[in-house]
Nanobody
Framework: QVQLVESGGGLVQAGGSLRLSCAAS????????MAWFRQAPGKEREFVAA????????YYADSVKGRFTISRDNVKNTVYLQMNSLKPEDTALYFC???????????????WGQGTQVTVSS
């Protein structure tokens, strides 16, 4: 079992930055691929970024490539999402997820956090 708790969301102006964190419980964190998804009101949950268990491979949605950076610290059992040059269309509830392999499909992931809200004003 893995429990995930996100933090770091908030209200920011367009062009600003935020850093999301996702703290995981359990000894097996380092064996999981970790990902960030987001869901805006009335829309489906969409893939944002993923990082493999060792951190050797990173994956990004085209919409965030070059602006967002995913990273992880397997000692602190934490995954991060650094978000720069934020746009109003980045407004969403952001979730972290853990799974056995990376995928853009939410159903691939076994564990989910409750989410943290990011709101970008224009």
């Amino acid at each position: 079992q893995v429990q995930l708790v996100e933090s770091g969301g908030g209200l920011v102006q367009a062009g600003g930055s935020l850093r999301l964190s996702c703290a995981a419980s359990g000894r097996t964190f380092s064996s999981y691929t970790m990902a960030w998804f987001r869901q805006a009101p009335g829309k489906e949950r969409e893939f944002v970024a993923a990082i493999t268990s060792s951190g050797s491979r990173l994956y990004y949605a085209d919409s965030v490539k070059g602006r967002f950076t995913i990273s992880r610290d397997n000692v602190k059992n934490t995954v991060y999402l650094q978000m720069n040059s934020l746009k109003p269309e980045d407004t969403a509830l952001y979730f972290c997820a853990a799974g056995g392999r990376w995928s853009v499909l939410p159903g691939t992931y076994d564990y989910w956090g409750q989410g943290t809200q990011v709101t970008v004003s224009s």
